[in-house]
């Protein structure tokens, strides 16, 4: 089992930054993806980031270059550091992770933290 634990998020004005970080406890070893999702009210989950083991980032469409995302494997950590927010960008970020256990394939996700961008 794997647990995720985000911090950072808040209120930021449009055109600002913000940083994320979330950390994973248990069986770090077994992760292979770390990421993040975000979703806004009435909208569907949509991919932010997702970063393999070797460091490699896949970007949804909508990040056009604002955001960077990256891990440190032997922490156990995902980290996004977002620039050039804009209203739409507000959401619940989700910390993602999947990794193998049990036999299988399996998906973790962390509580979420809101990301507001207001003037």
Same mark, same amino acid.
Do not use: H
């Given at each position: &089992? *794997? /647990?995720? =634990?985000? $911090?950072?998020?808040?209120?930021? /004005?449009?055109?600002g930054?913000?940083?994320?970080s979330?950390?994973? $406890?248990?069986?770090? +070893? $077994?992760?292979? +993806?770390?990421?993040?999702? %975000? /979703?806004?009210?009435?909208? &569907? %989950?949509?991919? =932010?980031?997702? *970063? @393999?083991?070797?460091? =490699?980032?896949?970007? !949804?469409? #909508?990040?056009?270059?604002? #955001?960077?995302?990256? %891990?440190? @494997? !032997?922490?156990?950590? =995902?980290? +996004?550091?977002?620039?050039?927010?804009? #209203?739409?960008d507000t959401?619940?970020?989700?910390?993602?992770?999947?990794?193998?256990? @049990?036999?299988?394939?399996?998906?973790?996700? !962390? &509580?979420g933290? &809101?990301?507001? *961008?207001?003037?």
């Amino acid at each position: &089992q *794997v /647990q995720l =634990v985000e $911090s950072g998020g808040g209120l930021v /004005q449009p055109g600002g930054s913000l940083s994320l970080s979330c950390a994973a $406890s248990g069986s770090i +070893l $077994s992760i292979y +993806l770390m990421g993040w999702y %975000r /979703q806004a009210p009435g909208m &569907q %989950r949509e991919r =932010v980031a997702v *970063v @393999n083991s070797g460091g =490699v980032a896949n970007y !949804g469409d #909508f990040v056009k270059g604002r #955001f960077t995302a990256s %891990r440190d @494997n !032997g922490k156990g950590t =995902v980290y +996004l550091e977002m620039n050039g927010l804009d #209203f739409e960008d507000t959401a619940v970020y989700y910390c993602y992770a999947a990794g193998y256990g @049990n036999g299988g394939e399996n998906v973790y996700w !962390g &509580q979420g933290t &809101q990301v507001t *961008v207001s003037s």
